[in-house]
């Protein structure tokens, strides 16, 4: 035991223990779907314990006060450790989690979102002699990658020229302004290369090698309105389908996007109340005023997102996917994890504001299979210090539990037509040269 808890102060001082061999775990009783994570019984693991003491002790030597953090880790019906761990805190961009869950939940794995362009007048000679209206159907992640596919869709259709418009309808946004009109403007740049700005121009450069650069001409201003009459739908652009959109969403922690699916279930308080219902946590638990987490409003116990994590794992596995499908893994992807020093192969969640942060997951583990973990640390303290103190608690207990083979959590290798700018997900809609 000396060993042990000198091992893990190390840790906590700062060393750099060598990674422990990889090993081959039976995942069976820890994927199970047959149990519920709200209503696990303690059963307190020593390492944990301890490995919690250190990050406490630090955090409080430091003058940030233990009653400000938070931490729950748990693993099959196990609570390995609780501290505050159903008190509600500041949780950040661990809002995300439960907007995730909601959205999946809502959607399907494979929901797409339909943006649609539709003209005023038919196509003559490669003009067409009225407006061009993009109808957003809430796509949260249509960028410039996007507009370039459409914008060679129409070119390849005959399209050249717009005598009119650009009228922005429905839920549209572009590049996640949430400005109609500047979102418009972007359109407008994107549909046409001798516009582009460098920002364009080098989302472009990560494009298929060969793909076309688009060169629709507007010729009118952009305007906010709604879908005419007299309009006919020429193409529907499909969005990603939700389980990359999430994925992206989470890599980069994107407020936007986070937002704009909440809204598509209905708004925070929606999303708070199909969470309850989904993993049995009190509302009192999931305290929700947005689905991204910006402002220190958006309260979450630690326990309630590490019930939000198991479920939708056991969401994506009934469905073929995992976790990993839709939160970013240590060791693969960027985003929010560039810097930190955390077990490979975990999967994460970041949260961070001023005076808040917050880091919540699943850690594969050799002894204690899948470790479900959420840490919220809060008070004025440095957020590099309360990252090192997050990453050596993870670190701490890693070293000990052991690695484990992670074949479990490796995400899946998606369908190419999920790529951002694939031309696939355009769908024509008629012959645009007949008349109207």
């Known amino acids: 035991m000396l060993n042990l808890i000198g091992g893990l102060f190390s840790i906590f001082v700062g060393a750099t223990p060598s990674p422990p061999p990889l090993q081959t775990t039976n995942w069976s009783p820890w994927m199970q779907p047959d149990w519920v994570l709200s209503l696990a019984a303690p059963s307190p693991d020593p390492i944990a314990e301890l490995a919690v003491q250190q990050h406490l002790s630090a955090l409080t030597r430091l003058g940030l006060p233990s009653r400000a953090q938070g931490v729950w880790m748990q693993t099959g019906d196990q609570v390995l450790v609780n501290h505050q761990g159903d008190t509600p805190l500041?949780?950040?961009s661990l809002t995300k989690v439960a907007t995730t869950l909601a959205a999946l939940s809502t959607w399907g794995t494979e929901h797409q979102f339909e943006?649609?362009?539709?003209?005023?007048?038919?196509?003559?000679?490669?003009?067409?002699?009225?407006?061009?209206?993009?109808?957003?159907?809430?796509?949260?992640?249509f960028v410039w990658e996007e507009a370039i596919a459409?914008?060679?869709?129409?070119?390849?259709?005959?399209?050249?020229?717009?005598?009119?418009?650009?009228?922005?309808?429905?839920?549209?946004?572009?590049?996640?302004?949430?400005?109609?009109?500047?979102?418009?403007?972007?359109?407008?740049?994107?549909?046409?290369?001798?516009?582009?700005?460098?920002?364009?121009?080098?989302?472009?450069?990560?494009?298929?090698?060969?793909?076309?650069?688009?060169?629709?001409?507007?010729?009118?201003?952009?305007?906010?309105?709604?879908?005419?009459?007299?309009?006919?739908?020429?193409?529907?652009?499909?969005?990603?389908?939700?389980?990359?959109?999430?994925?992206?969403?989470?890599?980069?922690?994107?407020?936007?996007?986070?937002?704009?699916?909440?809204?598509?279930?209905?708004?925070?308080a929606a999303v708070s109340q199909q969470v309850s219902e989904l993993t049995q946590i009190p509302q009192a638990e999931i305290q929700l005023h947005?689905?991204?987490?910006?402002?220190?409003?958006?309260?979450?116990?630690?326990?309630?997102?590490?019930?939000?994590?198991?479920?939708?794992?056991?969401?994506?596995?009934?469905?073929?996917?995992?976790?990993?499908?839709?939160?970013?893994?240590?060791?693969?992807?960027?985003?929010?994890?560039?810097?930190?020093?955390?077990?490979?192969?975990?999967?994460?969640?970041?949260?961070?504001?001023?005076?808040?942060?917050?880091?919540?997951?699943?850690?594969?583990?050799?002894?204690?299979?899948?470790?479900?973990?959420?840490?919220?640390?809060?008070?004025?303290?440095d957020l590099g210090t309360f990252h090192y103190q997050q990453d050596a608690l993870l670190s701490a207990v890693d070293q000990t539990w052991g690695t484990a083979d992670l074949v479990a959590l490796q995400p899946h290798n998606r369908d190419s037509s999920n790529r951002l700018g694939i031309s696939r997900r355009n769908q024509l809609q008629q012959a645009l040269e007949q008349a109207f």
């Open 90 to 92: 500041s949780a950040a």
């Open 115 to 141: 943006t649609v362009f539709s003209t005023t007048a038919p196509v003559q000679a490669g003009v067409v002699q009225g407006d061009l209206i993009v109808q957003g159907g809430g796509d949260p992640f």
């Open 150 to 268: 459409v914008g060679n869709a129409l070119n390849q259709a005959g399209i050249q020229q717009v005598t009119g418009r650009l009228i922005v309808a429905g839920n549209f946004t572009m590049n996640f302004e949430d400005s109609a009109i500047t979102s418009g403007e972007l359109l407008k740049q994107g549909l046409n290369a001798d516009l582009w700005s460098g920002e364009a121009e080098t989302q472009y450069q990560q494009l298929a090698l060969g793909t076309a650069r688009p060169r629709i001409v507007i010729a009118g201003s952009v305007e906010r309105g709604e879908l005419p009459a007299n309009a006919q739908p020429i193409l529907r652009r499909q969005s990603m389908p939700m389980v990359d959109l999430v994925k992206a969403m989470n890599i980069y922690s994107n407020n936007i996007m986070a937002q704009m699916l909440a809204d598509s279930v209905g708004g925070a």
């Open 290 to 381: 947005n689905g991204s987490g910006l402002g220190t409003e958006n309260r979450l116990s630690p326990r309630a997102v590490a019930a939000m994590l198991s479920a939708i794992q056991r969401y994506l596995q009934a469905r073929n996917l995992t976790i990993a499908d839709v939160f970013p893994v240590v060791g693969r992807d960027g985003g929010t994890l560039a810097g930190r020093r955390l077990p490979s192969g975990t999967v994460i969640k970041t949260g961070t504001l001023n005076e808040v942060s917050a880091l919540a997951g699943v850690l594969p583990t050799r002894d204690r299979g899948l470790v479900w973990f959420a840490i919220i640390n809060s008070g004025q303290g």
